[in-house]
């Protein structure tokens, strides 16, 4: 029997809900032990950890500073959040983790900042890890990309033209995912929600708003914050919450517009049938507080009152409960009507015991009165059972909600946010319309990617003399350059391991009218299985994750030999290295075009156009080998 630190109200409230306690109890007990190595391996304080004053001499890919050490000329790497030229003071601090002690230079003073530095937009910048670029001009962005992607082609042997990489035309306010998160929920809620600080020990940075979000995005934000809040006491560890844009185009969207959270101080209104309000609106207020009724109420002070009661090793019997100071504040659900005032239901959290005040209705007296084990294990299971009826229906009321919807800069159509991973969400790109559902992937950057997809496709076309006839997905997902070049070409066909994405990318075929787009679902590799097409002319889109393309898919690729390959990549590292086996196998770069689908960060997409050399033969590169 292994005997469990059983201090939290909320470790109670897993028992009741016959939640897996001995996992949660794991976790508890190995982030214990981890804390406790921190703790005896980190002896000194941040006023003891050792400085230098850096010299920064250029920015590495990741968009940290590179530089070289005042004092003893040693250099110095991984200066987050510095510009070229700048005089910098850091301070070392060792990190420990499961993967061992880590050192790492943390920026504390700018000594001499570096006259083209410019003033971030987020108030969060320098702390928050989510972007690295906010003090550099977007013009000095745009060239630090370029010259990182020809540096990464020239280390794998690669001496190629790097174009201008093709900015956006939203430097802020452009991104249409955020996924902000807790990492634990203490006995008294939830701390921080946001994103990951770099700056200190690790830990969650309080985030309300975020810059390069989406109007909408950042009008729900605050709201789902309060929302999981008041959901803190269902949770038994942290969580990664949804926040994605989505166009306004389905009536079964339960539109939410015009919030306004009511005081802490005031009672919450009682619950509601519907989200919907007569005019077909509501707030996120109402629908925090459709969640945290059940929560706030009877269903705290139960788990309260069996926290006290185990922590004394004590029956829960009449004499136990008599004696709670909560014990006023347990009610069966059969005795909690509409008619029962929400103070009176709420009014549970205290833990500072008070004399009962005197019955002045049939459910004070009822409240008041002794009970035994049975009635307190039998309201419990009742409670259990309402929790559950109650998250079910918050999450289907959660998947329908479509908070903030308004026009969106940038974008054609009217866009708010969805906050449930399962829901389905519509964007569109150029006169090509896509559902899918909103905790899958899908470009960010709705401002820039339509200019990428027509690139793409125009690339994939080629001359008109290449006589291109069938276009091939690989990694296709929900058919974003299949769908889009359907007007182009007369065969397209697209392939994807997700099954889910497949039969998304087959209903917005449906969707699009798109009779000339076929689907398969499987691995990459499976292209060259199913698919049969004259290679002289074919064309290969790759858009793989951020690892590339594996070695088997390279070589199948290789002897089917397509015409054309146009490559796509967040990862320009693994895009050079694939381009090299792939420059061996008969083909050559024509094209190397970056977007900027990440403004204010590091990273970039990049697009790279292969075409067979002619004087290539598919014979000869296979006999090769």
């Known amino acids: 029997v292994i005997s469990l630190p059983l201090s939290s109200p909320r470790t109670y409230f897993c028992m009741a809900l016959n939640l897996p306690l001995f996992a949660y109890g794991r976790q508890v007990l190995g982030m214990r032990c981890l804390t406790q190595r921190k703790a ?43 510009h070229v030229g700048e005089l910098v ?11 061992g002690s880590i050192t790492r230079p943390e920026l504390q003073t700018i000594i001499e900042p570096a006259p083209n530095r410019v003033a971030p937009h987020c108030k969060h910048f320098g702390t928050c890890g989510g972007c690295q670029l906010q003090h550099v001009a977007y013009e000095e962005q745009l060239t630090l990309k370029q010259r990182w992607i020809s540096d990464i082609f020239r280390e794998q042997g690669l001496d190629v033209h790097v174009a201008i990489v093709t900015p956006s035309p939203l430097q802020y306010g452009y991104r249409a995912k955020l996924t902000p998160h807790f990492s634990s929920v203490r006995p008294d809620g939830i701390a921080a929600i946001g994103f990951r600080a770099v700056q200190g020990r690790p830990r969650v940075l309080d985030v309300d708003h975020c810059p390069i979000a989406m109007e909408t995005i950042n009008k729900t934000l605050p709201e789902l914050r309060a929302l999981e809040r008041a959901r803190a006491v269902t949770r038994t560890r942290g969580a990664t919450l949804l926040l994605r844009a989505s166009l306004l185009d389905s009536h079964d969207h339960a539109t939410i517009s015009s919030p306004s959270l009511p005081d802490s101080n005031d ?140 026009p969106a ?69 929900v058919g974003l350059f299949s769908l889009c070049a359907r007007h182009v070409f007369p065969t ?72 054309r390959i146009v490559y796509v990549a967040c990862g320009p590292t693994a895009q050079a290295r694939d381009c090299r086996l792939l420059l061996s196998r008969g083909y050559r770069i024509v094209a190397v075009q970056p977007f900027d689908l990440f403004p204010q960060t590091a990273h970039v997409e990049n697009v790279v156009t292969l075409v067979r050399d002619p004087r290539q033969s598919a014979e000869a590169v296979n006999g090769a080998t």
């Open 492 to 563: 397209c066909i697209g392939v994807d391991v997700s099954r889910p994405s497949i039969q998304k990318a087959r209903e917005n075929a449906r969707l699009n009218s798109a009779n000339n787009c076929t689907f398969i679902s499987g691995t990459a590799e499976a292209i060259f299985a199913h698919v049969r097409c004259d290679p002289e002319r074919a064309v290969v889109v790759l858009d793989p994750p951020r690892s590339g393309c594996s070695n088997s898919f390279l070589e199948l690729l290789v002897a089917l030999f397509p015409k």
């Open 409 to 477: 800069q940038g974008v054609t159509g009217t866009y708010g946010t969805i906050v449930h991973s399962n829901a389905t969400m519509t964007v569109s790109v150029g006169t090509t319309k896509f559902t899918q559902r909103a905790g899958e992937f899908f470009q960010n950057n709705l401002a820039l990617l339509p200019r990428m997809v027509d690139f793409v496709v125009a690339q994939a076309r080629g001359e008109s003399t290449d006589n291109i006839e069938t276009f091939i997905d690989a990694y296709c997902g």
């Open 267 to 406: 009672p919450p209104p009682l619950p509601t049938s519907s989200l919907l309000d007569p005019h077909g609106h509501s707030t996120l207020s109402s629908l925090s507080f459709i969640d945290m009724q059940p929560f706030a109420g009877p269903t705290a002070a139960a788990v309260q009152l069996q926290s006290r009661a185990l922590e004394s090793n004590r029956e829960m019997d009449g004499n136990t409960l008599s004696q709670s100071p909560i014990a006023a504040s347990v009610l069966p659900l059969d005795t909690l009507s509409a008619s029962t005032p929400p103070t009176a239901a709420c009014a549970t959290t205290s833990t500072t015991a008070a004399p009962a005040p005197a019955a002045t209705s049939e459910h004070d007296a009822l409240a008041h009165s002794p009970r035994s084990s049975t009635d307190t294990r039998a309201a419990l299971a009742q409670l259990r059972t309402s929790l559950h009826s109650e998250t079910r229906r918050v999450e289907d009321l959660l998947k329908r909600a479509l908070c903030h919807p308004g």
């Open 89 to 99: 003071e850091v301070k070392f601090r060792t990190i420990e983790s499961r993967q």
């Open 40 to 82: 005896a391996r980190v002896a000194m304080s941040d006023a003891e950890l050792p400085t230098a004053q850096v010299r920064i001499l250029s920015l590495a890919r990741d968009g940290s500073g590179q530089g070289i050490d005042a004092a003893t000329g040693a250099t110095v790497s991984g200066i987050q959040f510095t």
